[in-house]
């Protein structure tokens, strides 16, 4: 079936450093991707998302691209600060039995330090 | 109140409890999720909501048991729970149109403690 592998985590970065999450994909068909950030003591907040290959989402600096070749949507961005630290996942969306399912990795802590 | 709301924020019950969690929805969608967050494991999906039809069930204990009145709510009747039943019960909502698969927007969620 349908699955997302991410980066083992955590992650643990100094603040202005390069962050990458990696994110690999199986999919039958071609998935919407998502990344989704879940603070401390909150729910899933949409980060950004890509519905086809090629295609870059990005927000609040964050940037990933859909790649189809790699089957990879590694999240990255230039300079994180302490207000990043959070839990990142990875999500694909595919259609089964008249509903969208959303399948996410495990998720990756961040904790940026400053 | 916009976007996604869960209450309660927070629920402990005992395992001979019954209680419900509700979610509503103030985004015009029309079909609704319950996933559940446990400490160890990936977000499960345990239920779907597609215009107040369940779809999925995800093989889900039936000490659970869903409810969906309308497109703008929906419930999780929880009795007789066991302690493994803990975890973070995110609601979520998303508009079906066709077949094009569209964004799902999150609640805060309920922090479940069954003691």
């Known amino acids: 079936g349908d699955s997302v592998t991410q980066m083992e985590g955590p992650v643990t970065l100094s603040e202005e450093a390069f962050l990458t999450i990696n994110c690999t994909y199986t999919?039958?068909?071609?998935?919407?991707l998502f990344w989704y950030v879940q603070y401390p003591g909150e729910g899933l907040q949409l980060l950004l998302k890509?519905?086809?290959a090629d295609d870059k989402g990005s927000n609040k600096g964050f940037e990933a691209t859909y790649r189809k070749e790699t089957t990879s949507f590694h999240l990255e961005k230039g300079s994180v600060q302490v207000s990043d630290s959070a839990v990142y996942f990875c999500?694909?969306?595919?259609w089964g039995e008249g509903a969208q399912k959303l399948v996410f990795g495990q998720g990756t802590r961040l904790t940026i330090n400053p | 109140e916009t976007g996604v709301t869960q209450t309660p924020r927070h629920l402990v019950m005992g395992m001979t409890n019954k209680k419900s969690l509700k979610c509503e929805q103030h985004?015009?969608?029309?079909?609704m999720y319950w996933y559940k967050q446990s400490a160890k494991k990936p977000l499960e999906l345990m239920f779907v909501?597609?215009?107040?039809?369940?779809?999925e069930n995800n093989s889900v204990p039936s000490r659970f048991s869903p409810e969906c009145p309308n497109s703008s709510h929906l419930f999780l009747h929880l009795h007789t729970l066991q302690p493994e039943d803990s975890a973070l019960y995110l609601c979520?909502?998303?508009?079906?149109?066709?077949?094009?698969?569209?964004?799902?927007?999150f609640g805060p969620g309920t922090r479940l403690t069954v003691l």
């Open positions: 979520a909502s998303s508009l079906r149109r066709g077949g094009v698969a569209d964004t799902q927007y």
């Open positions: 985004l015009g969608h029309n079909a």
């Open positions: 909501y597609s215009l107040e039809e369940r779809v």
């Open positions: 999919a039958t068909g071609y998935p919407s």
């Open positions: 890509a519905t086809k």
């Open positions: 999500a694909l969306i595919f």
